[in-house]
């Protein structure tokens, strides 16, 4: 239903009024989360601060089709090296400091770029407070995310240089099906074969995540060092992960028609 | 986006097939089909140019035009294996995903047969377009003719190994090839539960055909490799040229054509003698990735290069003597006194008068990977695809090939093995057999 149709439903309404408290939460965590991570980084504690990293950065990831909305902003935050400048001066957010971290081994200007980076989460809170949405946006959100862990997770782009791959493809999958979740009580009635498509193919991902859970894991993750999945089980996770965004693609048309 | 009914959708040119179902149990069947692939339900305003691929309908109006021409996607035989060979091909194989069932499989099947009775009749998988949700058809193909597209599937050895209960449907020969000469395979190029052989005369057709087919299989198949083939190798009909391979040289001259049905019967079809009745009146369709050392290759003397085949270069004629289709004399001797064909020339090794009368029938296409990036020579050559019988056929060959004297130019770097069941009635679909 295109225009404020939507808003005529109190299904879908309940549905996005969940999702933009969703949003907000998760931005006034990743802030918290990102401030701890940036104590340890003055305090020097480098072991902590990696421990931390990837603690913070879930935050993002599940919010991060909406935060990129905002696109200089997601690449002061999350951008990498190569995008979408190649001067080290201008590389700056989350993985600048993973670069620090794992790759220089050197918390020389860290903590600087760090509170820039709180800063620059203030600023998404502040965007975030604001800003709205509607089912459609939703539903095109969370195949976004699906296709993030699907492209920049499975290749082990994202997390280059500290291998924490699997706790942010977890969250990207996670808040994608937390979407769904909030719509479940609309799509059950609308088309119920999409809605249990999705639920199957997201155990799928999820039966397989759990071949490379581990206590405490690599880093604390809860996960092993994803530079250890071999190429098979990557494909077997690629495949599941794009078998489940193909059917969350099916959601947006449910929810505005 | 569903069907009004959310039952499956078929091939609406085609009976609907009767479906005896399963047990009831919890499954992705009618999942995969009722998600909207083939919905006839609503269409959006506007929208209906997109119905059947603009461009791509098939002759009409006295135009038979090559682009316009449709092959029957109905058939004794599937498709794709003494058709002409078209241009280009398109060569994919999945495996099929952890935890799909028996039926799932089964769904897939039928879903894939009729999407490619639509796709091989220049339309378009499905025929619904709303813009709040992802096309149907991926519309890749839109505006391009249907230029001759067949759609020719298999199953692979691991297809049977006791996931889907079609163990005591395994074919005797179709057992993974065994070691052969002159390989060096890469797994990622090796094997697969399913392949889709797409052939069409327009390279975007061909791919466009396994792409809508590695989409709807999303979930429970995936792709483990796949092939572009630019350039056709041999000839399956009388009414064809002999092309050339990478090599410069004419390829397939002494090929069975589509012409030569006792040939077929006797060396492609499977017949009474395979243990699987549904295989009957299929083949075994084996794929080698071949890389071919281009550059060493071009930078031999033009003799070598002739004697190493056993034929002249640009006529093709044996060097027995003759013209191109003229039967090789492997008796025959030289100028020198030494055989004319040499002890290892390629078309001796590999011919039927060297091998106890064995044919196969040869469909493979020149390819490209682009360029090695450590060496920055070629990755390319020839992606073979042979169609026989029996896989001891292939077997037999390639052993006997352990001499030729090509294999200083070439290497067999893929391999996989199919069994192609037989070709389709209209309602059927290609499970039907295998599932009964």
């Known amino acids: 239903m295109s225009g404020p149709a939507w808003q005529g439903n109190p299904q879908l309404v309940t549905a996005v009024s969940g999702y933009s408290a969703f949003v907000k939460q998760n931005t006034a965590d990743l802030i918290t989360r990102t401030q701890t991570f940036c104590k340890a980084i003055s305090a020097g504690n480098m072991n902590q601060a990696k421990a931390l990293y990837p603690q913070a950065r879930v935050y993002y990831e599940r919010i991060e089709p909406v935060a990129s909305v905002w696109g200089s902003l997601d690449t002061s935050i999350d951008g990498r090296w190569e995008n979408p400048v190649t001067v080290k001066s201008q590389f700056t957010g989350f993985h600048r400091i993973e670069q620090m971290l794992w790759q220089d081994n050197s918390l020389n200007g860290a903590a600087a770029m760090c509170s820039g980076l709180v800063k620059n989460e203030q600023q998404l809170l502040t965007l975030v407070g604001s800003a709205q949405y509607n089912p459609l946006d939703m539903a095109a959100g969370a195949t976004d995310l699906i296709n993030e862990a699907a492209t920049n997770k499975i290749s082990g782009e994202e997390e280059r240089y500290s291998n924490t791959d699997l706790p942010v493809f977890e969250a990207n999958v996670d808040a994608s099906m937390k979407v769904i979740t909030l719509l479940v009580p609309y799509l059950q009635a609308k088309n119920a074969s999409t809605v249990s498509l999705i639920k199957q193919r997201d155990a799928a991902v999820e039966s397989l995540l759990t071949h490379y859970k581990a206590t405490p894991g690599y880093d604390s993750t809860g996960y092993v060092d994803y530079s250890k999945v071999t190429k098979t089980g990557r494909k077997q996770l690629s495949a599941a992960v794009n078998a489940l965004a193909e059917a969350m693609s099916k959601v947006s048309s449910e929810v505005s028609a | 986006m569903a069907s009004a009914d959310g039952g499956p959708m078929v091939d ?93 499989l089964r769904d897939l099947l039928q879903v894939w047969t009729a999407a490619a009775a639509r796709m091989t009749a220049g339309r378009l998988v499905g025929e619904e377009n709303e813009p709040d949700a992802p096309p149907v058809d991926t519309g890749k193909a839109v505006g391009s003719p249907v230029s001759r597209l067949t759609i ?285």
């Open chain 2, 12 to 104: 609406e040119t085609a009976p609907a097939a009767a479906d005896p179902g399963g047990p009831a149990r919890p499954s992705r069947r009618g999942v995969l089909t009722g998600a909207g692939l083939f919905g006839a339900g609503t269409v959006a305003g506007g929208l209906t140019g997109y119905l059947t691929r603009p461009g791509s309908e098939p002759a009409a109006g006295g135009d038979t035009s090559l682009g316009r021409q449709t092959i029957p996607f109905y058939g004794t035989h599937q498709a794709g294996i003494i058709t002409p060979a078209q241009d280009r091909l398109a060569f994919g194989a999945m495996n099929v995903v952890g935890g799909t069932s028996r039926a799932d």
């Open chain 2, 152 to 436: 020719t599937i298999g199953y692979g050895p691991s297809l049977f190994d006791g996931r889907f209960g079609l163990a005591a449907r395994k074919p005797a020969a179709l057992t993974d090839l065994p070691p052969l000469p002159n390989e060096n395979l890469d797994p990622d190029y090796t094997g697969g539960d399913l392949c889709v052989q797409a052939c069409s005369d327009d390279p975007l057709v061909a791919f466009h055909a396994v792409r809508n087919l590695a989409r709807i299989g999303m979930g429970v198949a995936a792709h483990n490799w796949m092939e572009l083939g630019f350039g056709r190798t041999s000839t399956t009909s009388t009414a064809q040229a002999t092309p050339r391979n990478l090599l410069g040289f004419k390829d397939g001259t002494r090929n069975i054509k589509a012409e030569q049905a006792d040939l077929l019967n006797q060396h492609v079809w499977v017949g009474p003698e395979s243990d699987q009745p549904w295989l009957r009146g299929g083949s075994y369709l084996v794929a080698r990735k071949i890389r071919m050392f281009v550059e060493n290759w071009d930078r031999d003397y033009l003799e070598d290069q002739e004697n190493v085949i056993g034929r002249a270069k640009v006529s093709g004629a044996p060097l027995s003597g003759g013209s191109e289709f003229t039967t090789p004399d492997f008796a025959k001797a030289g100028a020198d006194g030494r055989p004319a064909i040499g002890d290892r020339a390629h078309v001796r090794l590999a011919s039927p008068e060297h091998n106890g009368g064995i044919h196969i029938l040869r469909r493979g296409y020149s390819f490209t990977d682009g360029i090695d990036p450590q060496a920055g020579t070629l990755l390319g050559g020839l992606f073979f695809i042979g169609f026989m019988k029996n896989p001891s056929q292939f077997i037999k060959l390639q052993t006997s090939l352990a001499a030729d004297a090509l294999n200083e130019y070439i290497h067999h770097t893929g391999s996989a093995l199919f069994a192609v069941p037989p070709g389709l009635r209209p309602g059927q679909h290609y499970g039907d057999a295998l599932f009964a």
